[in-house]
């Protein structure tokens, strides 16, 4: 983090301790579900945020003219998802992504015949296959990396075919996990569930649902948490900002930066715990969105991608939403760490030329651009949770145990659904009933 210039800053109030009945580190959709959940039971809260704004992983931008997701965009599932439920009881528009609407490319700009598209999709099919075989197979965990190795994949495939279906890879496993396949783990691979394939696009932003849990909660923005002291009496936070004093705390922090260390804890958090953390593994993910003067894409395509090899894996049209015309990249594991490091121009670069090679050469050049650097965000170190290599889902519970006063959520927490806005949503509410319970 960068400095003390807020340090200088202390008020008069930071320099008093302030007290509450439960403190929530973390104003992301664990920590406001947790904080919503207990004012509505009469508790007294008060949620300590180190950035200037909410909702942590879900940030919406409205910079090019309609609303980006810059962290999360889906709502994974329809059948029994509470954020849809939450979406459809308020009235909250939303899109449901057509993935049978792709546009996938060669390296000519030309698009896949459906006969090679049906070919590579078959080949996936048998590699995942191969997959859950030998996760009974194997005596001790290996990558999918490995897995995939102890397999022949590609025989019989034409060159494109041989790029296709390494394309799909990435965008079926190492987008959906924000890992690359040779971290990611065969035996917890699939273990966690879902509430179906529907996935669905928020048109006004996903901040829509962060916005429907703060009415009524008393959020400290710019309360970056130093450190934090437990003990049978109670709990002791430090912030920029002040200290504050409570029976109970809620950690939300994310794994990434539960894993640097950059909280203190005193004592330190249990040895098992502190396991489950360093065994876990925080994935990295990249979004590029870019505005354009005129659509030269497919216009009714959701999404297309071309499978030569670049960085951003795919674009997302949002043109059929919007009716503006933005696409935005997407790119997952070391392919984000390695777009992060790069400046926003680089990587605009990067994009413009896959776009060239697949549209041609006079394309028009983007008016606006966002880019993303979850990895690199102090308040993140990533952007959503893998089962690393030698890692379970139990692991995740172990995280989520109670510590003393302390009590644990957020999508790392979550052994059901990992990496997700509704795993984090329901282990905040989680929290909050072994708080309320207690
Ligand atoms: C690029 C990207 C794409 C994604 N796509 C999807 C998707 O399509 N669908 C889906 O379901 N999920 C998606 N996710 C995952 C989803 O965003 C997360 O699972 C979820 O938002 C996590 O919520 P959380 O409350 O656990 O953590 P967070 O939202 O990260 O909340 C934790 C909060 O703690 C704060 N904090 C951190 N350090 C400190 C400190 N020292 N002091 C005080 N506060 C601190 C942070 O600022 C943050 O506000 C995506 C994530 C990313 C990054």
């Known amino acids: 983090m960068g400095g003390c210039a ?40 008060i949620v300590l945020e180190g950035r200037d704004r909410i909702g ?28 849809k439920r939450l979406a459809d009881n308020n009235n909250i528009q939303l899109f449901t992504t057509d993935f049978g609407q792709g546009s996938i490319y060669d390296n000519q700009g030309n698009l896949l015949s459906d006969a090679a598209i049906t070919r590579v999709e078959g080949r996936f099919g048998q590699v995942e296959g191969r997959f859950y075989e030998l996760k009974d197979e194997v005596s001790q965990d290996i990558s999918l990396a490995q897995a995939l190795t102890m397999q022949s994949p590609y025989q ?24 690359d396949l040779d971290e990611l783990s065969l035996l917890s691979w699939e273990e966690d569930e879902t509430f179906g394939d529907t996935d669905i696009l928020f048109p006004g932003g996903y901040e829509q649902i962060i916005n429907l849990l703060t009415p009524g909660l008393d959020i400290r923005l710019n309360h ?20 504050f004093e409570a029976q109970h705390a809620i950690i939300t922090l994310p794994l990434g930066v539960l894993q640097h260390g950059v909280v ?45 090899g670049s960085p951003w894996t795919e674009y997302w049209n949002l043109d059929v939403m919007a009716q503006l015309p933005i696409i935005v990249g997407l790119s997952p594991g070391s392919l984000a760490r390695s777009l992060e490091s790069m400046t926003d121009v680089q990587m605009a670069e990067l994009a413009m030329q896959d776009l060239r090679a697949t549209f041609g050469t006079n394309i028009s050049e983007p008016i606006g651009m966002v880019v993303t650097r979850w990895a690199s965000d102090p308040f993140a170190l ?18 989520g145990e109670p510590a003393g006063n302390l009590f644990f959520a957020g999508e790392a927490t979550s052994s059901s659904f990992p990496g997700t806005v509704h795993g984090a949503h329901l282990e905040g509410l989680r929290a909050a009933r072994e708080i309320d319970d207690l």
């Open 224 to 243: 970056f948490v130093e450190s934090v002291t437990y003990d049978d009496a109670g709990v002791k936070v430090s912030t920029f900002n002040g200290v």
């Open 6 to 45: 807020p340090i200088f800053a202390l008020s008069a109030q930071a320099n008093q301790v302030q007290t509450t009945e439960v403190l929530v580190i973390g104003a992301g959709v664990a920590g406001l579900t947790a904080a919503s959940e207990l004012l509505k039971k009469d508790h007294d809260v």
């Open 382 to 399: 990533g952007a959503y949770s893998y089962n690393a290599v030698g890692s379970t889902l139990s692991d995740r519970d172990t995280l």
């Open 56 to 83: 942590g992983r879900i940030w919406t931008d409205h910079s090019l003219g309609a609303p980006i997701d810059l962290g999360a965009s889906w709502i994974h599932g329809d059948n029994g998802n509470p954020i």
């Open 264 to 308: 203190e804890f005193s004592p330190n958090l249990p040895t098992r715990k502190q396991r489950a953390i360093d065994r876990l593994g925080m994935g990295a993910f990249s979004k590029i969105a870019l505005r354009f003067p005129n659509v030269f894409w497919p216009a009714e395509s959701h999404y297309f991608g071309n499978v030569v």
């Open 156 to 179: 019989g495939l034409s060159e494109t075919e041989r790029q296709a279906l390494d394309w799909l890879l990435e965008f079926n496993i190492e987008l959906d996990l924000a890992a």
